[in-house]
C-alpha cells in the first residue's frame, strides 16, 4: 500500500525556519517525481515544488523560490523541503504528493495527510 | 503566474449533471494537455479525479469526464451523487514562471 506520511509541521517566528520530512513507502520512491503542495486555513490548493527523480530538474514557485529547498534521498524513500525567512502567508498545511507514472502535469496520484505549518508572532 | 480561473460554486440535484470550467491561457491550459482536477472532501487530502485532460485513474467512477477547449478545460460529472459533494480544483502545467498552478476552486453542492 502506497503511503506517505508528512512531519517536521509546527509553530514558528516569522523570519525562522523548519525543515518538512515526508517519508514514503510501498512504491519504489525512486522511480518517482515528488511535489509539495499547501493549503492554506479555509483557502485553495497552492502548489510549492517539484523534484524529479533525481536531484537535477527542482522547480519552485515564485512565492517561495529563494526561501524554500526541495531535496530528496532516495537510499531512505524521504522527500524534504526546507523552509527558510518564514513569513506569515506560509501558515499552511502542507502536503507531500506522488506523481503518477506515466504522466504529461502534475498528475498527484498519492497524498499525504499533511503537516501543519503556522508562522505568527 | 496567477491561478486558473474556476466558478466558486456549482450545484446539482441527484442524478442530474453539473459541468466546472477551468480557464487559463496558452501558457497552461490551452497550451498543453496536462491538465488534472481533483476532489477534496472536508478534512480530507485531494483525490485525483482526471489527467491528461480526459484519463481516469483505476477506481474512479465514468461519471467524472474531463475535456478541455481553446484556454478552457472542463470536468463534468454526470448522475450526480451524495458522495460527489466536495472542492473540485483544476490544475495545469505552465511555461511560465512557475511550473505547475492549480484553479481557484469550485464548491459543489448536491442539493
Known amino acids: 500500500e502506497v503511503q506517505l506520511v508528512e512531519s517536521g509541521g509546527g509553530s514558528v517566528r516569522p523570519g525562522g525556519s523548519l525543515r518538512l520530512s515526508c517519508a514514503a513507502s510501498g512504491f519504489t520512491f525512486s522511480n518517482y517525481e515528488m511535489n509539495w503542495v499547501r493549503q492554506a486555513p479555509g483557502k485553495g490548493l497552492e502548489w510549492v515544488s517539484y523534484?524529479?527523480?533525481?536531484?537535477?530538474?527542482?522547480h519552485y514557485a515564485d512565492s517561495v523560490k529563494g526561501r524554500f529547498i526541495i531535496s530528496r534521498d532516495n537510499a531512505k524513500n524521504s522527500l524534504y523541503l526546507q523552509m527558510n525567512s518564514l513569513r506569515v502567508e506560509d501558515t499552511a498545511l502542507y502536503y507531500c504528493?506522488?506523481?503518477?507514472?506515466?504522466?504529461?502535469?502534475?498528475?498527484?496520484?498519492?497524498w499525504g495527510q499533511g503537516t501543519l505549518v503556522t508562522v505568527s508572532s | 503566474q496567477s491561478a486558473l480561473t474556476q466558478p466558486p460554486s456549482a450545484s446539482g440535484s441527484p442524478g442530474q449533471s453539473i459541468t466546472i470550467s477551468c480557464t487559463g491561457t496558452?501558457?497552461?491550459?490551452?497550451?498543453?494537455?496536462?491538465v488534472s482536477w481533483y476532489q477534496q472532501h472536508p478534512g480530507k487530502a485531494p483525490k485525483l479525479m482526471i489527467y491528461e485532460v480526459t484519463q481516469r485513474p483505476s477506481g474512479v467512477p465514468d461519471r467524472f469526464s474531463g475535456s478541455k477547449s481553446g484556454d478552457t478545460a472542463s470536468l463534468t460529472v454526470s448522475g450526480l451523487q451524495a458522495e460527489d459533494e466536495a472542492d473540485y480544483y483544476c490544475?495545469?502545467?505552465?511555461?511560465?514562471?512557475?511550473?505547475?498552478?492549480f484553479g481557484t476552486g469550485t464548491q459543489v453542492t448536491v442539493l
Open positions: 504528493a506522488r506523481e503518477r507514472l506515466p504522466c504529461s502535469g502534475d498528475c498527484l496520484d498519492y
Open positions: 523534484i524529479g527523480r533525481s536531484d537535477k530538474d527542482i
Open positions: 496558452s501558457s497552461d491550459v490551452g497550451g498543453y494537455n496536462s
Open positions: 490544475s495545469s502545467y505552465t511555461d511560465s514562471n512557475n511550473f505547475y498552478v
